[in-house]
């Protein structure tokens, strides 16, 4: 696809421990367009957060053992430390879950976005004395410069007061408006592709409305591609443009979040909606998926999520399970895609001819 | 499953006289403690509650939500005797009681209490069957107490051998479980939850309230539960409580609450829960922050960030109104719930910019 930022190719993403090898990623495939919001939902320890980290190559101590990223072109699998310093600050950035522990707490917050800003200023010269600060060293105007940059992010953000605000320091912030520094931290380079790891997870609902809203400014202004990891589906579901469903270090199904929120195909997906109590009426018990999640040593053979599935056979539990593509865009790994939840037959059950396609979560071709 | 037929009259009270009632608590903290400030009477104190009245009895659940820092666990921590109030009065089974030292034995065991940060309230160097033993009686047998903590880690669903592990081996669901259990150990009547379910996917959130529900109903125990997430508090909670503040300023059976919000701030919190349902309108923030404690605004503390405050609000402390089957603290309350109050700022129905894809 022509707009496509980032590609990821049947990754696999392993860990070493006593108990053997961990297949934390075990062939994911999906990509993210320009100027597109892409949720990545799944229980914990389904791998979202090793993706993540795999795609700017942090995935460290776990190793990539095969597969492909390709971002801008650029195969970031094979990379050096060089090109991957440069990816990493300008062109893709990240944000993590608790802004508590990523903001420094004895600097003044502005300092902090200036300093970004600064490291990503490539039309002066920097040395190690200037960002020392050793005053001889120190390149004023460049600073000067950045500082009144970092101002004008806070002001996108939507920092109220930017300019008081950017003499305080991190615990004078509350958590909202520290999640917001950070978000200035990471648009200083001016990123083509935003991940954020569960930015809103630890904030109040009325915070997280307007993180989310923030990053679809963002999104609107800058046509950057979002990767919105997060296991609250409200939260995907309105924020999000496609969505893709994990499930032990695979994708389970991927497609826009119309189809795959309200007429989930996967068995998987519609049991992790079941489980959302929101939305549910008066006296209607919330439905609970049985079992845990697999363990991720050794990998899988066949659905890893058969062991949990009301509808497995033996079928699900050897060789490799198909990706069909039952609408366009929307894809499922099942060998069943059974009909959706809603008691309308799927697309596929009606007897259109469904294509069986590479093991793939992205766009249409 | 959970409801009580008092409920649907749209009655406060329950069929049990309540276990635990606060009555117009107040509780205070020093910001500035210094002896110089305090010589000058310059000590500044943060109200962390202010005249909360909330009674809880056996077999329901009562919610209370609000944002951080509305004073939802100090209310917590009023209730189980960790903290003791300054004004107003905690009572349990009609007696008035304080913090944990000037508690019986019997009134402590009648609270139970499933902390915020459940891994951190366990002892790391300790096995999960010992954190749990701690809560025994003395009275009981060793050999009795084995088969005491494996009936516990049944009940909530855990397998006995995990009674000899420690709390670092266990998956957040588990450690949960486990926490469940310990508040379980010495059969009380009330068990105070702080967010009991906030860090946990969806998956693992959906089989502890499944839990929850069940061991209510298995022994009639009575749920403070705490929460800042409204989609969870909606599946358990028979009664609401909504904090802002310090104060509660709108309760009644959880339902009405939240089908026909009347205070404002609930309003904002219904609307900023994101729905599952892409279709629906997207999540509304609610701007501005909550106020500092130590400096309140005059009249209704909502009122800088209240869509429909005018001048009133700013001047009135509102008492409690009664709408329908619920309880506000708005001077316009009738008016919210019927939908006729319009928004003095016009910031109501901003939708998102766009969707790209079609």
């Known amino acids: 696809m022509m707009n496509e930022l980032l590609r990821v190719e049947d990754l696999h993403t392993h860990f070493d421990s006593d108990q053997g090898t961990v297949h934390a990623v075990d062939g994911a495939s999906f990509g993210v367009n320009r100027g597109e919001i892409v949720g990545l939902v799944g229980e914990s320890g389904c791998g979202k957060s090793v993706t993540a980290r795999s795609i700017i190559r942090l995935e460290d101590p776990g190793r990539i053992v095969s597969g492909r990223i390709s971002f801008d072109g650029r195969d970031l699998t094979r990379a050096d430390e060089a090109t991957l310093r440069r990816v990493r600050g300008e062109d893709i950035s990240i944000v993590f879950q608790d802004p508590h522990e990523t903001l420094n707490p004895v600097f003044p917050i502005g300092d902090q976005i200036a300093e970004s800003v600064r490291i990503h200023d490539g039309g002066s010269s920097q040395g190690l004395l200037d960002f020392l600060g050793v005053p001889p060293f120190r390149n004023r105007t460049a600073w000067n410069r950045a500082e009144d940059r970092a101002v004008e992010l806070m002001e996108q953000v939507a920092i109220p007061d930017p300019n008081g605000s950017a003499a305080e320091y991190p615990h004078e912030f509350s958590g909202g408006m520290r999640q917001r520094a950070m978000l200035a931290v990471a648009l200083a380079s001016d990123p083509n592709l935003l991940i954020a790891d569960e930015p809103t997870t630890a904030l109040d609902t009325t915070t997280q409305a307007g993180i989310l809203r923030q990053i679809w400014t963002l999104r609107d202004q800058r046509d950057m591609g979002v990767l919105l990891i997060s296991h609250d589906i409200g939260v995907v579901a309105q924020t999000c443009d496609r969505v893709v469903v994990m499930y032990g270090g695979q994708v389970m199904e991927s497609g826009p979040v119309d189809e795959v929120l309200t007429a989930p195909k996967h068995p998987y997906t519609r049991a992790l909606l079941e489980c959302s109590p929101r939305n549910l009426g008066r006296d209607e018990r919330v439905s609970t998926l049985e079992g845990s999640p697999p363990d991720a040593v050794g990998g899988h053979d066949g659905c890893p999520f058969a062991d949990r599935c009301r509808l497995a056979t033996s079928d699900c539990r050897s060789g490799d399970i198909p990706v069909v593509e039952s609408d366009p865009g929307h894809r499922v790994a099942c060998i069943e895609t059974p009909a959706d939840s809603r008691g309308t037959p799927t697309v596929a059950a009606s007897g259109q001819p469904r294509n069986v396609v590479a093991p793939d979560g992205g766009d249409e071709k | ?358």
């Open chain 2, 1 to 358: 499953m959970r409801a009580s037929p008092a409920n649907d009259g749209g009655n406060d009270e329950t069929r049990h006289a309540p276990v635990a009632e606060l009555r117009n608590v107040e509780k205070e903290f020093e910001t500035s403690r210094s002896v110089l400030d305090r010589l000058l009477g310059d000590a500044r104190s943060a109200k962390a509650v202010c005249g909360a009245s909330l009674s809880i009895s056996r077999g329901e659940t009562v919610g209370v939500v609000g944002e951080s820092g509305c004073g939802k666990s100090t209310l917590a921590k009023l209730v189980t005797g960790e903290l003791t109030p300054d004004g107003g009065s905690v009572l349990l089974d009609g007696d008035s009681v304080g913090g944990y030292p000037t508690r019986t034995g019997g009134q402590l065991r009648r609270i139970g209490v499933v902390f915020q940060n459940v891994r951190e309230s366990f002892d790391s160097r300790w096995s999960v069957g010992r954190s749990i033993a701690e809560s025994f009686g003395h009275e009981q047998q060793p050999d009795e107490r084995v088969d005491r903590i494996d009936d516990l880690l049944e009940q909530v669903n855990l397998d006995p051998q995990v009674g000899s592990r420690y709390p670092s081996e266990l998956s957040g669901g588990q450690i949960q479980r486990a926490g469940i259990a310990r508040a379980l150990a010495h059969d009380p009547e009330l068990v105070v939850l702080d967010e009991p379910v906030s860090g946990l996917d969806v998956a693992t959130q959906a089989t502890i309230l499944d839990l929850l529900a069940e061991l209510q109903r298995r022994h009639e125990i009575g749920y403070l539960f705490i929460s800042h997430d409204l989609g969870v508090v909606r599946y358990l909670a028979d009664r609401l409580a909504v904090m802002y503040a310090g104060e509660i300023v709108e309760r009644g059976p959880a339902r009405d609450v939240f089908e026909r919000p009347s205070h404002p701030y609930t309003e904002a919190l219904l609307r900023a829960v994101p729905s599952d349902d892409p279709t629906d309108p997207p999540p509304e923030p609610l701007p501005g922050s909550p106020p500092d404690p130590s400096n309140r605004p005059t009249g209704c503390p909502f009122h800088p960030r209240c869509p429909h405050a005018d001048g009133q609000c700013e001047r009135q402390h509102p008492e409690f109104k009664r709408v329908r089957t619920t309880q506000s603290r708005c001077h316009y309350a009738d008016e919210l719930a019927d939908g006729t109050r319009t928004n003095n700022h016009g910031t109501d129905g901003e939708r998102r910019p766009h969707r790209s894809d079609s």
